[in-house]
């Protein structure tokens, strides 16, 4: 054998329990879920709220398209099977790095309510907290805002069933919080996030 | 608004760097890839480490077939196409999970080269260290000693396309590290692992 590096070590076979995680980590791992239509401001929030977390000593990541559509659902499209699919498998590993402990962030529009409440039955099945953010804004706004010009396209017939325009979105029925991104700041918006986590127990450990 | 609970917080919008997550995890963020014929020790190592780990203060998750295939995975077969598929995922949402600053830990039998290789090529370009784990035992041995009876059902026809009896194993030709199991314990298998992560730096932040 090589020489031995690592010392001091208690050796256990089996799993690392969820409390122990939690103490590391000063925190209860679960998923914050985003959802709006496009340029509503989800994916926005989401990264100042995970910056702020981590600043404050807090493991939070960001499940976003950059990081999904071009790696694990690369080999999805935009069919409605192919958008379950989608929101089934961030829905699951979400569920994962919720249970590994992070705070887990997730910004897709996840325009179904069926298809989001199958990722909180999975979560709550668990024992980990989910909490569904409604980024709201109208599609008005959001076509004003058209920060990638996909509200022209989807309207000039260049994007088929874009959402909000001619694809439906959901809204959630009961949602744990609702941002108006009318009336609220970014970072009134993220404020109100992170003071949900902290009343809910989230941050405090154990 | 409700009543701001959370104070003295700087907000920005934008990505966490991952100098700015490996300080607050002191780690960097890696994927440990663990592959071997069924009952060659994978997850019994793996769960090892990630509790010697979790117990030193630094943050690890085993991605296994509990986890993985009863959710990610389940609408995946045995086909070649979807195990090909079912490794694929595993490469995607190991690589997540190194980006968020865990040691991940993947333990599946992978047994194709090819698979393997391509869940490296995402992890080196995006510059996320990569350790292949050859968990070596004869088949001989792991029919001896086949704690779940899938041995017994390969040969009796019940399990068809198993790998090591009717199905190839593809040995790693450069794995970072090869465990001959029927030489080491599951503690000294653990700790040459772990040694390698403190001489690779991942142990010590920055």
Redesign the interface.
Known sequence: ??????TN????????ERE??NK??KQRGATIWFTGLSASGKS?IA??I???L????H?????DGD?IRH??NK?LGFSPEDRE?NIR?IG??S???A????LTLTSFISPYRADRDRARQ?HEKAGLAFIEVFVEASVELCEQRDPRGLYAKARAGEIPEFTGISAPYEEPLKPEIVLDTEQ?T???S???V??C???RGL?AGG
Chains 1, 2 share one sequence.
């Open positions: 054998m090589a020489k031995q590096v690592a070590i208690t050796w256990h076979e089996g799993h690392v122990h995680r590391l980590l926005t990264f100042t995970e910056h702020a981590v600043e404050r000593g493991l939070a990541y960001v499940l990081n790696g694990l080999n699919e498998r699951e590993v569920k994962l790095f249970e590994a402990g992070l999975i609220l970014v970072v009134e993220a404020q109100t992170l003071d986590l902290v009343q941050l």
